[in-house]
Structures are given as C-alpha cells and as structure tokens.
C-alpha cells in the first residue's frame, strides 16, 4: 500500500508561486510514476501533470504549460509541483497520485489533497 501526503497548498494572489510536495510511504518510488490532478468547486476532477519514474518524460495539462513544472526526488520520495503565474481559475483541491504508468488517468493510490486558492 502507498501513502501519498500532499502540503504547501495555500492562499496566494494572482500571478504568485506556490510549490507544493508530494512524500510517499515506499522506499523504491522511482517504479512508481507520479501525478497531480486537481478539482475545483462544482467541476469533475483534472489531470494537470505527470513524470515518468526516473522523472525523464513529463506531461502537461494545456491549461498549466509554460506555468507549471513538475519533478521528483526519489532519494526523498518526494515528487514536486511548482507553480507559477498563478490563475483565479487555478483555484482547486489538488491531489498527488501513483501509478504504473504515466498517463492521464488510470493511477492506483492517491492522496488527501491540498488546497490551492488564488485570488484576483
């Protein structure tokens, strides 16, 4: 079983940063790879962004392209996601999760999630 802990979610203005760290339960994390996903209010749940276990392929979201960057430190178990120039429409709960392969759905444990809120 993998546990996902998600934090540095937070309150932020239009056009700041945020990076927010995923750490997961299992020494051997880089056969894992890793997501974030989010879900605003009244919306369904979101893929934003992917890497591959040993953090050589990544993948984006349109919508998070040239503002979002995700990594990993496997040495940590850890997996990043910086965030920056910030949107309102960025608003949303978003959630770290694990899985196989890299793609934008299909992943297996999943984390309690962080909120992110911008404002205008």
């Known amino acids: 079983q993998v546990q996902l802990v998600e934090s540095g979610g937070g309150l932020v203005p239009a056009g700041g940063s945020l990076r927010l760290s995923c750490a997961a339960s299992i020494r051997t994390s880089s056969r894992y790879a890793m997501a974030w996903f989010r879900q605003a209010p009244g919306k369904e749940r979101e893929f934003v962004t992917a890497?591959?276990?040993?953090?050589?392929?990544?993948y984006n979201a349109d919508s998070v392209k040239g503002r979002f960057t995700i990594s990993r430190d496997n040495a940590k178990s850890t997996v990043y996601l910086q965030m920056n120039n910030l949107k309102p429409e960025d608003t949303a709960v978003y959630y770290c999760?694990?899985?196989?392969?890299?793609?934008?759905?299909?992943?297996?444990?999943w984390g309690q999630g962080t909120q992110v809120t911008v404002t205008s």
């Open positions: 999760a694990a899985g196989w392969v890299v793609s934008q759905r299909g992943y297996d444990y």
């Open positions: 890497i591959s276990g040993l953090g050589r392929a990544t």
